[in-house]
């Protein structure tokens, strides 16, 4: 079992930057990808950004492209993600995600993915 602890949340204003971290503990020798994903009021939860966890390969949805940063420390099993020049529309409830061993449908599909925290709130007021 891995338990995953999202901290970091918080209310901000438009423009302003909130740096999100995600504690992994429990059996994480065999992580292969980390995700943050969002769950917005009403919405579906999306894909946000991902890194796998021996390459440090990044991914990054379109919409926070240029803006948000995903990075990892293997030594703390910790990883985080720097959301910049934040935008109302980036207010959700924001999941860190752990999958171990390669899946088809990583790292965009939510259902590769094994562990789930339970959430941090993201509000970016106009």
């Known amino acids: 079992q891995v338990q995953l602890v999202e901290s970091g949340g918080g209310l901000v204003q438009a423009g302003g930057s909130l740096r999100l971290s995600c504690a992994a503990s429990?059996?994480?020798?065999?992580?292969?990808?980390m995700g943050w994903f969002r769950q917005g009021p009403g919405k579906e939860r999306e894909f946000v950004a991902a890194?796998?966890?021996?390459?440090?390969?990044?991914y990054y949805a379109d919409s926070v492209k240029g803006r948000f940063t995903i990075s990892k420390d293997n030594a703390k099993d910790t990883v985080y993600l720097q959301m910049n020049s934040l935008k109302p529309e980036d207010t959700a409830v924001y999941y860190c995600?752990?999958?171990?061993?390669?899946?088809?449908?990583?790292?965009?599909?939510?259902?590769?993915?094994?562990?789930w925290g339970q959430g941090t709130q993201v509000t970016v007021s106009p």
């Open positions: 429990g059996r994480t020798f065999n992580t292969y990808t």
């Open positions: 995600a752990s999958a171990t061993g390669f899946k088809f449908g990583l790292p965009h599909r939510m259902s590769p993915y094994d562990y």
């Open positions: 890194i796998t966890w021996s390459g440090g390969v990044t």
